[in-house]
């Protein structure tokens, strides 16, 4: 997910484009491009989105089913009134990745309570993903106000740190 992706963006049965997608270093804003060498430009933060759905709850995907397999494709559904987002991978493990991935994403900052979620910040406002493999250095703050940095709290992290570099297989 880091490394990013090229992934079908479908506003409508004829609105289909290519789109470079990229979750970014601070694990929490997905960005877009027309390709990869592109300027990138952010399309949503994870603290906005609701819930993936599979391609098989997308009215509009299902109706795009004679042109690509449902497996390949997936909603992101957005709190508010912002509009689905329908995005078609170009193979079923691309799209399971990118499904689980954000899912997992989006389960934690919902289980976040307020302070967690400023915690992820250093001082300078720069974010420090807190899920970081054993062994890493991650910012906590200090009870008296300072910064320290130590090894990560949460162990569970490794696992999402695994999906989010995850490598699908180079297509000759």
Not at 29 to 43: I, L
Not at 93 to 107: P, S, Y
Request: hydrophobic share 40%; net charge negative; with cysteine.
């Amino acid at each position: 997910m880091q490394e990013g992706t090229m992934m079908r963006k479908v506003r409508t049965r004829f609105w289909k484009k290519l789109r470079f997608f990229r979750l970014q270093n601070d694990g929490m804003t997905v960005w877009h491009a027309r390709q990869a060498d592109d300027v990138a430009k952010p399309t949503f933060s994870i603290s906005d989105v609701e819930t993936i759905r599979k391609g098989h709850d997308s009215e509009l995907l299902r109706d795009l089913m004679e042109e690509f397999p449902l497996e390949q494709g997936f909603t992101i559904v957005f709190h508010g009134r912002r509009p689905n987002l329908d995005l078609v991978a170009s193979s079923v493990e691309e799209a399971q990745i990118w499904m689980r991935g954000l899912q997992l994403l989006v389960d934690l900052v919902a289980s976040m309570d307020h302070q967690e979620q400023l915690d992820q910040y250093q001082p300078d406002g720069v974010r420090v993903w807190a899920g970081v493999p054993e062994g890493a250095r991650c910012y906590r703050p200090r009870e008296d106000g300072g910064a320290e940095t130590g090894k990560p709290e949460d162990p569970g992290g490794v696992g999402l740190m695994m999906i989010l570099n995850e490598r699908l297989p180079v297509r000759a």
